[in-house]
Nanobody, 126 residues
């Protein structure tokens, strides 16, 4: 079972990036998935989460109104559209999936997630 995050890179402040997270080895179409990030010298931080059906989303305060989480279960892929990027968004972004199927909840705590991707680095220059 593997989660592969991609799409990171270097972008100027105010720019946009779209991250992708592709699952292999099993389907996560019935599971809550989320994005976290870790900036240098800081603890890992919740970014966004999405219900298995896509019907419920939840965002960290620092990204509300700028980032959009979505998923395409047919492609076993989750996305994070990041707009109006700021230098403080610089971090390694990780995707994660919960193992409980058909949950009605979305989770913001790291310990709710069982599967993690390797991370993709996002650098926002000022």
């Amino acid at each position: 079972v593997q989660l592969q995050a991609s799409g990171g890179g270097l972008v100027q402040a105010g720019g946009s990036l779209r991250l992708s997270c592709v699952a292999s080895g099993r389907t996560f179409s019935t599971n809550t998935m989320g994005w976290f990030r870790q900036a240098p010298g800081k603890e890992r931080e919740f970014v966004a989460a999405i219900k298995w059906s896509g019907g419920i989303t939840y965002y960290g305060d620092s990204v509300k109104g700028r980032f959009t989480i979505s998923r395409d279960n047919a492609k076993n892929t989750m996305y994070l559209q990041m707009n109006s990027l700021k230098p403080e968004d610089t971090a390694v972004y990780y995707c994660a999936a919960d193992r409980r199927p058909y949950s009605d909840s979305v989770y913001y705590r790291e310990n709710e997630y069982n599967y993690w991707g390797q991370g993709t680095k996002v650098t926002v220059s000022s």
